[in-house]
């Protein structure tokens, strides 16, 4: 089994290249570099029932990286598991999901207590209807991810108009689902609500390279030029052509 900390190095090394990704004209990694000397990052990882950490951890110890480095909050009425790559197989797909074991477990436990679970797409193919039907009468979900990128304007916090649009997500893809199972007549344009949402929700949560993304990056950029014990901030190279 991998340590902990392997996990969390990995973890570190994958959001430096997803930043980078985001932002192609900067060292992201000279940028953090100073900065990171000095300081650590720590995970604590608490369980009442099975040991956690190693691969599985990966995106949960990529996401406490995230918001630590960046100062933005995490939802929390989530639980995910899966190991993501530190690369991406194809171009924007930095952190694609690579298939654990022990996932149907998993989902039981964090289902208990939360409203959504999300993990690789191949363990997603693995679940059959007949479980996904019982946490869709409830309200709750679980949901397929297949790279980093999925996960920013799912599990982000901006802002009460995003977490208003997430929510209604939730609920709109949940009702999708569940008449996809009974076969029942579909709800006029709902699959069509469903992607127009996901992408007005992606461009707010910096899935792409959008000028909203990239101003709340500027705070942790700034903070992390002082404190490299930089005397000025170079603003224009920070922010991308509108």
Known sequence: ????????????????????????DISIPWLFGDFLKRYSLHHQLLSASYNVGGSSAGYALALNTMSALLRIPLC??????????TKGVRKDEVGGS????????????????????????????DLEPEFLIGYWQRQKDII???????????????????????????????????????ATQPTL?????????????????????????YEGLMPSACILWILTGKNTFPMNRYLPPI
């Open 98 to 125: 690579v298939i654990i074991g022990g996932h149907r477990k998993k989902t039981e436990k964090v289902l208990l207590y939360l409203r959504r679970m999300y993990m690789p797409l191949q363990n997603y193919k």
């Open 144 to 182: 397929a991810v297949t790279h980093f990128a999925d996960l920013m304007p799912e599990v982000l916090f901006l802002d009460d108009d995003h977490n208003e649009m997430r929510e209604n997500l939730i609920e709109k893809r949940i009702a999708y689902k569940t008449e996809k199972y009974y």
């Open 76 to 85: 929390i009425d989530f639980g995910i598991t899966g190991a993501p790559w």
């Open 1 to 24: 089994m991998r340590e902990p900390w392997q996990s969390a190095q990995e973890a570190l090394t994958m959001v430096k290249n997803y930043i980078q990704e985001l932002s192609p």
């Open 189 to 213: 344009d709902l699959k069509q609500e469903i992607i127009q949402t996901k992408k007005h929700r992606a461009e707010q949560g910096g899935t792409g390279r959008n000028r909203k993304f």
